[in-house]
């Protein structure tokens, strides 16, 4: 059976009440990194007059109707609608699904505890990094409600950072505030009242490879680059924006690294997937994590413990050869299991030759949909039933 390891940011009952489409359609991406930020929570939560103005000058309403049809005809929805009408015993068609999953959902917790025996979990792993306005009640009111599923907490780099990014210091001054903050992550109480099992990084789509950095005046002269231009990054090219931060970047990874090494703590890595428009996607390739993998100093491989996000997809081969040849390189299934269905046994089959039982991982990027903790186990458990 392969071992199974859920990670996912914390579900409240306000981010249940979201319409059942906005869930799929944006389940992962910040509203700062769109093309127009803040523009579609704005036509979303608007009133009349607000969502007319917006519609007619970015056409909102229509991508949205694009999108949501092209969603309710994947093989995904269907799937997701057949399992949920199992699960709350009703028909199995998307309108019948939605109405017993808000029926539910009037108690919320009760319905987010019940998915959870359903399916075995014993064991989750939050993902604090993205909390969209939760804190540390809410997380604890989670942790509350899926008992006697453990849960354990990993922060993400880019949190830490955009604690500091905006404060006009010295880089002296941020390193030390930077440094910190992370040993209050790692080894107090300083995730939401919890130490973290492990840190995150999604620095591979902003700059594709990743070469660590030592060199402390490098990352200086790119702090002082963010300083001139901090104010202007949200409306720079996606590019350009990256690489004013790209060696900064480089560097507080390397040293957040070198504190997992430390510790024998995993470093996530967001690799494959896509999320556009934000990210860039060439840049999401397995491959580019070799040095990271790695981590040479001093010609000796360290080799901390390292797990690529999302199987890599779809460069799927890729990271499973990776993981292939380092011994403490991992494989994560996500995304592909439970979203992607085109080949999908297939794709499982190529993992397999490759990467040992040992080595599995599944995440969960489910943040805003609950009902999604059934299905990952059952696209995960029906691979694992053929082997």
């Known amino acids: 059976m392969i071992p199974i390891v859920i990670s996912l940011p914390i579900v409240t009952p306000s981010l249940a009440q979201r319409d059942f489409w906005n ?43 694009d999108m949501t049809y092209h969603l309710s005809q994947s ?47 014993e064991n989750i792993i939050h993902d604090t990094g993205y909390m969209d306005g939760a804190g540390e009640a809410e997380i604890e009111a989670f942790e509350k409600a899926i008992e006697p599923c453990r849960s354990h907490r990993i922060a993400r780099i880019e949190a830490i950072q955009d604690e500091f990014f905006s404060l006009d210091i010295t880089f002296d001054e941020f390193e030390a505030k930077y440094t910190a903050r992370l040993l209050e992550i790692m080894d107090g109480e300083g995730n939401y009242g919890k130490k973290s099992v492990g840190m995150k990084s999604y620095l591979l789509p902003d700059i594709g490879l990743i070469r660590p950095l030592y060199d402390r005046s490098v990352a200086a002269n790119s702090w002082d680059e963010l300083r001139k ?105 996500s995304i592909m299991t439970p979203f992607v269905h085109q080949s999908l046994y297939e794709r499982y089959k190529q993992v397999l030759e490759a990467v040992p039982l040992s080595k599995f991982f599944l995440r969960a990027t489910i943040f805003t949909f609950p009902s999604c903790f059934g299905s990952l186990e059952g696209g995960a458990s029906a691979i694992c039933r053929k082997h």
């Not at 579609?40 to 969502?51: F, H, I, P, S, V």
């Open 23 to 65: 869930e799929s359609l944006w389940r992962d991406i910040p509203s700062q990194r769109t093309s127009h930020p803040g523009v579609y929570e704005r036509w979303l939560n608007g009133d009349e007059a607000t969502m007319y103005d917006l519609n007619k000058k970015y056409d909102i309403q229509s991508k949205v109707d």
């Open 229 to 333: 231009s901090y104010a202007e990054r949200l409306r720079m090219d996606r590019e350009d924006a990256a690489n004013i931060t790209k060696d900064l970047c480089r560097y507080t990874f390397t040293l957040t690294l070198e504190e997992c090494l430390k510790r024998d703590l995993p470093m996530q890595i967001h690799t494959g997937d896509g999320e556009a428009p934000y990210v860039i996607l060439p840049n999401q390739d397995a491959f580019f994590l070799e040095e990271v993998v790695r981590f040479d100093k001093d010609n000796m491989m360290r080799m901390p413990k390292i797990v690529p996000l999302h199987a890599g997809y779809p460069s799927v081969g890729k990271a499973g050869w990776l993981s292939h040849l380092y011994p403490n390189c991992y494989f994560e299934l």
């Open 75 to 121: 093989i995904f929805i269907k799937f997701l609608t057949k399992e949920l009408a199992q699960f709350f015993n009703c028909e199995s068609s998307l309108e019948a699904v939605i109405e017993a999953r808000n029926e539910r959902g009037k108690n919320y917790w009760s319905y987010v505890n019940s998915l959870f025996p359903d399916v075995n979990y």
